[in-house]
């Protein structure tokens, strides 16, 4: 696909703006997720996408290496979600219980579902975007660290402070057990 991808983003930069859906199509959920993962609501999702992809065809030359166009993607998702929450200061836009399908889990998973997904929301942002990268969208650390143009390790600490915090906030509740499964398995 790297030749094919190479090739439809020379054609968009030659004015040829069709082949942008094509690029975006099999990438399409994953940034999605990753805004919908930030708004918590649908329609703003959309809206962030929209404005994502929008931001990404008028600066397409901008793209220094098209075998990270997915990256680049990602990253001009999180940025569009943050300037949008900035924007807007809707940092608790959907009730907790829509998250979580109601009658396939029992009523302490639900509880422990929302508390984790509040614990998340309420990170500083460094923290929370490795974490949903890392555990959300199930990115390598070395994949994470390259997504945000950041140093492995820096991206390192921040998922372990991340995870500290999260077990704080928490006050170890619900996360013992999780975190041991994580603390050994970050590579």
């Known amino acids: ?33 990753m805004a919908y993962a930030y708004v918590q609501n649908e329609a703003d999702a959309v809206d962030i996408l929209q404005q994502a992809m929008i931001q990404a065809y008028e600066r397409i030359d901008s793209l220094k290496e098209p075998n990270y166009f997915k990256t680049w993607m990602i990253r001009i998702v999180i940025n569009c979600s943050k300037t949008y929450l900035a924007k807007t ?14 009658q396939s889990v029992s ?10 997904w509040d614990a998340l929301q309420s990170l500083e ?3 929370k975007t490795v974490l949903l990268l890392r555990f959300y969208q199930d990115y390598t650390v070395p994949e994470v660290a390259n997504i945000l143009e950041t140093p ?18 928490l006050k170890g509740v619900y996360l013992d ?3 041991q499964s994580v603390e050994g398995n970050d590579e």
């Open 1 to 33: 696909m790297n030749c094919l991808q190479e090739n439809l983003i020379e054609r968009i930069k030659q004015g040829d703006s069709e082949v942008f859906y094509e690029l975006i199509q099999p990438i399409h959920a994953d940034l999605y997720r």
């Open 89 to 102: 200061r809707k940092l608790d836009v959907t009730d907790p219980l829509e998250l979580v399908d109601v």
């Open 107 to 116: 009523h302490t998973y639900q509880e422990e579902e929302i508390d984790l």
């Open 125 to 127: 942002e460094k923290y």
């Open 152 to 169: 492995l390790g820096t991206v390192k600490t921040n998922i372990r402070r991340g995870l500290m915090q999260l077990k704080q906030k």
């Open 177 to 179: 057990e999780w975190l």
